[in-house]
């Protein structure tokens, strides 16, 4: 089976639901592979907040950045728009700006 990808609309999905949220209007959505990555700063060294992993057609898993660069698994597993919601709800310290 092939491996499954974000697409497009996903991108814009999350960020249409970025803009509705003024708090988060400094983050950006980044397609990579089957995964949107949530990040700011410049563009040349983005920092990651969180990221959504496509884990079959309708569900996505939540993942987060370690100090190390690497990705930590939650347990979030749910359709996009409910895994971003859980994010902004869950974990809203990973989503403030760095000063």
Same mark, same amino acid.
């Given at each position: 089976m092939p491996k499954l990808s974000a697409d497009e609309i996903h991108a814009e999905t999350i960020e249409r639901l970025l803009r509705?949220?003024?708090a988060l209007a400094h983050i950006r959505v980044r397609r990579r592979g089957d995964t949107l990555? /949530? @990040?700011?700063?410049?563009t040349d060294?983005?920092?990651p907040h969180a990221r959504l992993r496509r884990a079959t057609l309708?569900?996505?898993? /939540? @993942?987060?950045?370690?100090?190390?660069g690497r990705w930590e698994s939650t347990p979030t597993?749910?359709?996009l728009q409910q895994a971003f919601a859980t994010l902004?709800?869950?974990y809203p310290w990973a989503l403030t700006p760095i000063a």
């Open positions: 509705e949220n003024r990555v /949530l @990040e700011s700063g410049p060294d983005p920092l309708q569900w996505w898993t /939540l @993942e987060m950045p370690t100090h190390t597993r749910a359709p902004v709800a869950q």
